[in-house]
């Protein structure tokens, strides 16, 4: 079962006079920070394919991975089960959805997608014969849980303990920094997948295009000597890098990137390597709850409500997205699993909590488990239950955060359910 590795990355920057997306308001984007990419990895084993696609964009469709799916089969023969799609939840990239008062910008998104298509079929073209390592290592001064308890047992978003009455933080953060490289028979590295679980939100509110620190990460790691580094989100949907306990001082997008390539080359650089992989693929998509919202929360009234940016955005919003609800009455959600061997890397279409992604990484085991969040659609944010109990930001009802209680729970029961069941198949 030799393996063969191919990767490739594929320029998406759009051009000046598009739309952006990642904070609620209408922002056109006529400067370029730094680009906007597709970084894709392929790898194939004794006739099974896994196809791994990275945006530097806030989230992605689920239409829109399945065209990229169906297209990649076509071309590629390629099942579209083995292809997982996923947005690093940049918030200062193009308008790929609608969100807000932005309007997906489809004249871009059909570039994009045919770009992306592209760039599989380079990878797949690409492929060597490759020996694969896996590495972690742990990062404590970057990332922050940003939901902090205030003494009255409601939560704020983005709290800070030099406020009176800040009690303590709500939970955990996730600090792994994980690595899967590939190298070729003679050392060299051919591209790497790095996961760690943090909001990239730098450039989000301004006229400029970025891909935030996730676009440093694989800038930073192609000057230390690894081609193509796909950074693959984990669950990050109350992780920060504002530090409420420094008055929610920030830290650049130039720094975070930077320390973490330099986290992802330590791990690569201790790796063993193995020249045989196996590669496997599960995914189940399953029906989610909306919420029932009540009038307090239509008005944004209910107790630790917490609207951002600008709350007539959520009173414009909130009808259309109550009729939503009364005609679907339920959410298509798809969690998928690649598996290389024991790494299984888990796709989630959410901004996940970090509570949320422990829990699967712990029932995983003996594998290793690693979220990917935002892949293959977005439901927008799904927080723990408890959490709804507290309140803040990520709880507020509105078109990012509609969501039923208890909706969370289910995609981290499904995961380890599917994970339980490979387990089932090679044991």
């Keep these: 079962m030799s393996i063969s590795a191919g990767f490739s990355e594929v320029d998406m920057t759009p ?3 598009t739309h952006k997306i990642g904070w609620l308001m209408d922002v056109v984007g006529d400067v370029v920070h730094d680009p906007i990419f597709a970084r894709i990895a392929v790898l194939e084993s004794d006739g099974q ?3 791994f696609v990275q945006l530097d964009t806030l989230s992605i469709r689920w239409t829109q991975t399945d065209e990229i799916r169906r297209e990649v089969q076509a071309r590629l023969g390629i099942p579209g089960e083995r292809v997982m799609v996923a947005a690093t939840h940049n918030h200062a990239g193009p308008a790929v959805a609608n969100c807000g008062l932005v309007k997906r910008d489809d004249r871009y998104v059909a570039e994009m997608v045919r770009r992306i298509v592209a760039g599989v079929v380079q990878a797949a073209q690409n492929r060597q014969e490759a020996e694969l390592g896996f590495g972690s290592c742990f990062q404590f001064g970057l990332s922050h849980n940003r939901r902090v308890i205030m003494r009255d047992g409601t939560v704020r978003t983005h709290g800070r303990f030099d406020e009176p009455n800040a009690l303590c933080f709500e939970g955990p953060i996730d600090p792994e920094v994980a690595v899967l490289a590939a190298r070729d028979k003679g050392g060299r ?4 997948i790095v996961n760690f679980a ?4 730098h450039h989000g509110p301004d006229n400029g295009f970025s891909a935030g620190y996730p676009g440093v990460v694989a800038a930073t790691m ?3 000597g690894c081609p193509v580094t796909l950074f693959l989100s984990g669950a990050c949907g109350n992780i920060h890098t504002s530090d409420p306990s420094a008055g929610g001082a920030d830290k650049s997008m130039e720094e975070v990137g930077r320390r973490l390539a330099e986290d992802a080359m330590g791990a690569i650089e201790g790796m063993s390597y193995r020249g045989t992989a196996r590669l496997r693929a599960r995914s189940r998509t399953i029906e989610l709850p909306y919420r029932d919202p009540t009038e307090e929360e239509i008005r944004g009234t209910v107790r630790g409500a917490q609207r951002f940016v600008d709350p007539g955005i959520y009173d414009r919003m909130i009808p259309d997205l109550v009729r939503r609800i009364e005609e679907r009455g339920a959410q298509p ?3 998928q699993v690649h598996f290389v061997d024991e790494i299984a890397f888990v796709g989630v279409p959410a901004e996940y909590f970090v509570e949320l992604g422990l829990r699967i990484k712990e029932g995983a085991y003996p594998l290793h488990a690693l979220i990917v969040g935002h892949a293959n659609g977005m439901v927008g944010y799904l927080p723990h239950r408890e959490a709804f109990q507290r309140g803040g930001y990520e709880t507020t009802f509105i078109q990012s955060s509609r969501m039923a209680p208890g ?3 289910l995609v981290a029961e499904c ?6 069941e490979e387990l089932g198949d090679t044991e």
Excluded: F
Excluded at 198 to 201: N, V
């Design 222 to 224: 192609k000057t230390l």
């Design 49 to 51: 394919w896994l196809v």
């Design 333 to 335: 959600a798809e969690v």
């Design 407 to 409: 909706a969370g729970e």
């Design 198 to 201: 943090c909001h990239p939100t």
């Design 415 to 420: 995961a380890v359910d599917l994970i339980r």
């Design 15 to 17: 051009p000046p006079g």
């Design 189 to 192: 590295l051919l591209g790497a």
